[in-house]
């Protein structure tokens, strides 16, 4: 069954940094885009950063310029890189592989980035 695992998650303060990681239990990793998604309380679930098979990247406005998004298919992993985090980046973060845009698998636990002083 292939699933993701997210983890890294955590309590920061305004302008501090965290690296998350999803590892994926798939054969192979290097052929799927990944995703990252997050949810904060109260409303919808939204895209964040997405990487393709090539290392192609692409941003939610809100993020550009603070986080960024890597793979290593050597570890089956997809990291996001988030600099100088905001309360508003506050929620429950997800990974998710990809297919022509689409999610492939159920949602994972996510890994909850709460951002206050």
């Known amino acids: 069954q292939v699933q993701v695992v997210e983890s890294g998650g955590g309590l920061v303060q305004p302008g501090g940094s965290l690296r998350l990681s999803c590892a994926a239990s798939?054969?192979?990793?290097?052929?799927?885009?990944m995703g990252w998604y997050r949810q904060a309380p109260g409303k919808q679930r939204e895209l964040v950063a997405t990487i393709t098979s090539g290392g192609s990247t692409k941003y939610a406005d809100s993020v550009k310029g603070r986080f960024t998004i890597s793979r290593d298919n050597a570890k089956n992993t997809v990291y996001l890189q988030m600099n100088s985090l905001k309360p508003d980046d506050t929620a429950v973060y997800y990974c998710?592989?990809?297919?022509?845009?689409?999610?492939?698998?159920?949602w994972g636990q996510g890994t909850q980035v709460t951002v206050s002083s």
């Open positions: 798939v054969t192979i990793f290097s052929i799927y885009a």
């Open positions: 998710n592989l990809l297919l022509e845009g689409t999610t492939l698998l159920s």
